[in-house]
């Protein structure tokens, strides 16, 4: 028996399977890395998963976004950095 999670996204509850979910995870996670943002892409509490779309001007910034999210018992899934140029 699969596990299931609610996913909210664009204000639109999703019941769907975990491997599912952690797939929609990845791959917000795997466009923020690859536009090199500072980007909240979700945040997780009791149970459900609502996909986010909050881009920050620099890490500071989103480090303040993400203790607001954490102060109110929030898991938050975010990218706060990308790999470094090499040879630069």
């Not at 976004?65 to 102060?71: E, G, I, L, W």
């Amino acid at each position: 028996m699969l596990l299931t999670k609610k996913l909210i996204v664009n204000g639109n509850v999703y019941e769907i399977a975990e491997p599912l979910t952690v797939a929609c995870l990845e791959t917000a996670r795997d466009k923020y890395k690859e536009e090199k943002q500072y980007a909240i892409y979700a945040v997780e509490k009791d149970g459900i998963i609502e996909m986010k779309r909050e881009i920050s001007d620099s890490n500071e910034v989103l480090r303040a976004a993400v203790v607001k999210y954490q102060n109110r018992g929030f898991k938050v899934y975010y990218i706060n950095k990308w790999p470094k140029r090499r040879g630069v």
